[in-house]
C-alpha cells in the first residue's frame, strides 16, 4: 500500500491540499528573508549616508555635538577640497566683500568663512592619477589575463597547476612585505612617483585575479564550438575572437569590474611608491589637514567624489557581477 502510495498517480485534491500548507510557510520565509537583506543593506549604508551628510555640513554642524541631521546645506566641503585658499582680514576683507558679485559661487562661500579664493587644489590632480592608473592597469591586466586565461584553460601546459598557484600566490603577500623591496627597486628603474611604475605594479597585483576570474568564465564555454570553427577553416586566433570572446563577455565585464575596484581602492603602494606627480587620490584624502584643524567636510567631499565613478561603473556592469562573484561552475 505504501508503495502504491508513493509511486501511483497523484490525486489533484491530495496535491492542492499540500501546496496550500506549503505556500503560507515558503511565502513567510521569503518575505523574512527579503526583510532581513534590506535591513542588512540598510545598516551596510549607514556610513555612506553619514558621509554624505557631513560633504554639506558647515563646519559648525560637522563637529555639532550631538550630531544634527537637520542642517542647510552648504557647499563649503567642496569649497576647501577644490580651492587653495587665504585668510583674510581688515580692509582687505571689507574690499572682498564689496566686490562680492564679482566672484563666482566657490569665491562667495569662501567670502563666507573670510578667505579668498587662490587657485584649484592639487586634489584634482590626484583624481586624475586615479583614473590614469587604475584605468590603465585594469585594461593591460584584463586583456594579458584574458590571453593567459584561454591558454590555461584550453591547453595541456606542463605544470598548468602549479603555475595557476604561483601566479595565485602573488595576491597573498601583504602590501607593507613587499614596499620597501619594491621602493629600493622603482628607485633604481627610474620608476618612483611615475604612472607608468603604478600602471606596472597594479597590473601585476591584479593579473593573478583575471587569470583566475577569466579561466572560470572560459572553462564554461563548450570546446566543442571552437572545433566546429576550426573544422570550418578558421584560425585559433579567429575562433577565439568570433567564438570565445563573444560568450566570455560577461566574465570579462564582471572581471574589469573586480580589478577597477582593486586599483582605485588601493592605498599602501600609493602612498609608500608615490609622491607627487603619480600620487592617487586615497593618501591625498587621508592626509588632508586644514588650518587650524581637520575640514572634515573636505574630507567627506573628497571621498564622495571619490566614490562616484566606481558606483557609476558598478551600476552600469550590476548585471554581470553575480557571474562574476559564483565564477567557476562547468557548464553541462
Known sequence: MAAFEETGPRNPVTESIRVDKVHPRARFMKNARAILVLILALIGLIPVVAMGLTAFKSRADVVAVPPKLAFEPTLEGFVFLLTERSQLSGSKLEEAKANADDLGLF???????????????????????SLIIAGGSTIISVVLGLFAAYAFSRFDIPGKDDLLFFILSTRMLPAVVVTIPL?????QLGL????????????????????????????????EYEEAALVDGYTRFQAF???????????????????????WNEYAFALM???????????????????GGIEWSAIAAGTLTFLIPVVIITFVLRRHLLRGVTFGAIRQ
Request: glycine share 6%; net charge positive; aromatic share 12%.
Open 273 to 291: 611608491l608615490t609622491s607627487n606627480n603619480a600620487r592617487t587620490a586615497p593618501p591625498a584624502i587621508a592626509t588632508m589637514l586644514g588650518r
Open 192 to 223: 618612483f612617483d611615475t604612472h607608468l611604475g603604478m600602471i606596472l605594479l597594479y597590473t601585476v597585483f591584479n593579473l593573478s585575479l583575471t587569470v583566475w576570474l577569466l579561466k572560470g568564465f572560459i572553462d564554461e564555454i563548450p570546446r
Open 241 to 263: 575572437y568570433k567564438i570565445v570572446l563573444p560568450q566570455a563577455a560577461t566574465g570579462i565585464a564582471a572581471t574589469t569590474v573586480f580589478s577597477l575596484i582593486f586599483a
Open 183 to 187: 621602493f629600493l627597486m622603482f628607485r
Open 107 to 129: 569665491g562667495q562661500i569662501a567670502l563666507r568663512n573670510g578667505q579668498r579664493v587662490n587657485g584649484p587644489s592639487d586634489y584634482v590632480t590626484r583624481l586624475w592619477n
